[in-house]
């Protein structure tokens, strides 16, 4: 069965600090997908990022960056010189691959609320 | 633009009375789902459908029923609501399936007393 784990609950840092986010991931699939989503406080989801999981390469977007390692079924999510709009719950997410129809869900793991102090 | 768009955002009702949350989309996709997020548990899945007439449980179905009549419309039918059921509800769309990105709605704030 599909399990994330969202270890840490919440995060505290001070802007301009650099945070990373853990997720860790349950699977017995071969291929599956990876996401992160945002959740600023007005309530919204927002896609950040989509990984399968035959592409190990690191992936940067600005001061977003993810490690995803297969060898420790981690997909991890970095964010360099917070700033204050990045408070905002984030979820790890996984998707396992059904042949060709499409999978059935998306299995999300508790969420981690980072909070940026300025 | 496309969008989910859910209908009501805020709703407040009381035990018992039957109720509908609706869910649109227009970007022709296939697969719809509803997703539950309550404090501390994440998001969980309520109902999914990959596509017309076909639809499924999810891991939290009690108490709720959907339909797939059209692609475009989803809706969530509470039919006789309880206070357990007092949560964020998320509509959401893709493609295909879940495994590309998905599009949510807005949220709808369902408290039942």
């Known amino acids: 069965a599909q399990k994330v784990t969202q270890a840490q609950t919440e995060i505290s840092v001070v802007e301009k600090e650099d945070v990373t986010l853990d997720c860790v991931y349950e699977t017995r699939d071969t291929t599956y997908y990876l996401f992160w989503y945002k959740q600023p406080p007005s309530g919204e989801l927002v896609f950040l990022i989509r990984r399968n999981s035959f592409d190990e390469q690191n992936e940067i977007s600005g001061r977003y960056s993810w490690n995803f390692q297969k060898s420790t079924s981690s997909f991890n999510f970095t964010i360099t010189a917070s700033q204050v709009v990045d408070s905002a719950v984030y979820f790890c997410a996984l998707s396992e691959a059904e042949g060709e129809g499409g999978s059935e869900k998306l299995v999300f793991g508790k969420g981690t609320k980072l909070t940026v102090n300025p | 633009e496309a969008q989910v768009t859910q209908n009501p955002r805020y709703l407040i009702t009381v035990t018992g009375k039957k109720l509908t949350v609706t869910c649109s989309q227009n970007m022709n996709h296939e697969y719809m789902s509803w997703y539950r997020q309550d404090p501390g548990l994440g998001l969980r899945q309520i109902y999914y459908s990959m596509n017309v007439e076909v639809t499924d449980k999810g891991d939290v179905p009690e108490g709720y029923k959907v339909s797939r009549k059209e692609k475009r419309n989803f809706p969530l039918i509470l039919e006789s609501p309880s206070p357990n059921q007092t949560s964020l509800y998320f509509c959401?769309?893709?493609?295909?399936?879940?495994?590309?990105?998905?599009?949510f709605g807005q949220g709808t704030r369902l408290t039942v007393v």
């Open positions: 959401a769309s893709c493609p295909t399936g879940m495994n590309t990105e998905a599009f």
